[in-house]
């Protein structure tokens, strides 16, 4: 089921502006008193969504010399940008243009469309001959374009979230299925999530360890397993990189606390 995952509006009927972020699970609730923009939030939703037969009789709010602003990201990675009355382009969909074969992104073609079905309303055409006139032009095209470019492929690759800078290049790092890897493969930093330090004491490499690690050259773990002693402990985790092929790591256990009588 597609869900909203972000949804921004501003300056949209009594909205001056908002930003929800519904939960992964269950219901979101939008409350409020009368007259405060609960049903201005739906109104958006469906603009934005629908385009601009769903647009508010009065959408600009009232007092604002800024036009409306809608913003809304779906589940699926979807993603819909108004800004007054012009439909932004995402990037996804300026990659998709690029791509889409000729007859597709031809404004002629819309052209002969909208006065196909112009006729149609009239009743001067016939909707079926229309519609089979599509069925033939898909199949055509599948049948033609099967499949995009290498280049094309590249620009729907998924972007990778930076994590932190090479402490050997200076580099991006970015996260992977397995692994925190310099962007600059020749570099050959890399900090693998199941690396036997972290295996040999029952934890897994998180991002948010890594980002400690790259940022401050530490991280503190708790919970880590020793099979000598049979027992959980904590300490800090110290990245201890030499240039090799892989990375070593330091542990610095917290200093213990005097007692009364001056024994540790």
Same mark, same amino acid.
């Given at each position: 089921?597609?869900?909203?995952?972000?949804?921004?509006?501003?300056?949209?009927?009594?909205?001056?502006?908002?930003?929800?972020?519904?939960?992964?699970?269950?219901?979101?609730?939008?409350?409020?008193?009368?007259?405060?923009?609960?049903?201005?939030?739906?109104? /958006?939703?469906? +603009?934005?969504?629908?385009?601009?037969?769903?647009?508010?009789?009065?959408?600009?709010?009232?007092?604002?010399?800024?036009?409306?602003?809608?913003?809304?990201?779906?589940?699926?990675?979807?993603?819909?940008?108004?800004?007054?009355?012009?439909?932004? *382009?995402?990037?996804?969909?300026?990659?998709?243009?690029?791509?889409? *074969?000729?007859?597709?992104? =031809?404004?002629?073609?819309?052209?002969? +469309?909208?006065?196909?079905?112009?006729?149609?309303?009239?009743?001067?055409?016939?909707?079926?001959? #229309?519609?089979?006139?599509?069925?033939?032009?898909?199949? &055509?095209?599948?049948?033609?374009?099967?499949?995009? /470019?290498?280049?094309?492929?590249?620009?729907?690759?998924?972007?990778?979230?930076?994590?932190?800078?090479?402490?050997?290049?200076?580099?991006?790092?970015?996260?992977?299925?397995?692994?925190?890897?310099?962007?600059?493969?020749?570099?050959? #930093?890399?900090?693998?999530?199941?690396?036997? #330090? +972290?295996? =040999?004491?029952?934890? &897994?490499?998180?991002?948010?360890?890594?980002?400690?690690?790259?940022?401050?050259?530490?991280?503190?773990?708790?919970?880590?397993?020793?099979?000598?002693?049979?027992?959980?402990?904590?300490?800090?985790?110290?990245?201890?990189?030499?240039?090799?092929?892989?990375?070593?790591?330091?542990?610095? #256990?917290?200093?213990?606390? &005097?007692?009364?009588?001056?024994?540790?």
């Amino acid at each position: 089921m597609m869900k909203i995952n972000k949804l921004e509006i501003e300056n949209v009927k009594r909205v001056k502006a908002v930003k929800i972020e519904p939960s992964e699970n269950g219901l979101t609730i939008i409350g409020g008193r009368n007259n405060q923009g609960k049903t201005s939030v739906l109104d /958006s939703i469906a +603009w934005a969504l629908g385009g601009d037969r769903y647009r508010p009789s009065q959408a600009v709010r009232e007092g604002s010399v800024i036009p409306p602003h809608l913003h809304i990201v779906m589940s699926n990675g979807l993603e819909v940008e108004r800004k007054g009355k012009n439909l932004i *382009p995402t990037k996804a969909g300026i990659n998709l243009v690029t791509v889409l *074969p000729e007859p597709l992104t =031809s404004p002629m073609l819309t052209a002969e +469309w909208e006065q196909k079905l112009t006729e149609i309303a009239k009743g001067g055409a016939d909707p079926d001959t #229309f519609m089979d006139g599509i069925r033939t032009m898909v199949q &055509e095209i599948v049948s033609t374009y099967s499949c995009i /470019s290498e280049d094309g492929k590249k620009l729907f690759a998924p972007e990778k979230e930076v994590i932190g800078t090479c402490p050997r290049c200076g580099q991006p790092v970015y996260e992977g299925k397995k692994n925190f890897a310099c962007s600059d493969r020749s570099c050959g #930093f890399v900090l693998w999530k199941n690396d036997r #330090f +972290w295996t =040999s004491r029952k934890k &897994e490499l998180t991002k948010k360890m890594a980002t400690d690690l790259l940022k401050k050259g530490r991280t503190n773990v708790k919970g880590m397993w020793s099979e000598k002693k049979q027992a959980a402990y904590d300490a800090a985790v110290i990245l201890d990189d030499t240039g090799g092929k892989y990375i070593n790591f330091k542990l610095e #256990f917290p200093k213990r606390k &005097e007692g009364v009588n001056g024994r540790k």
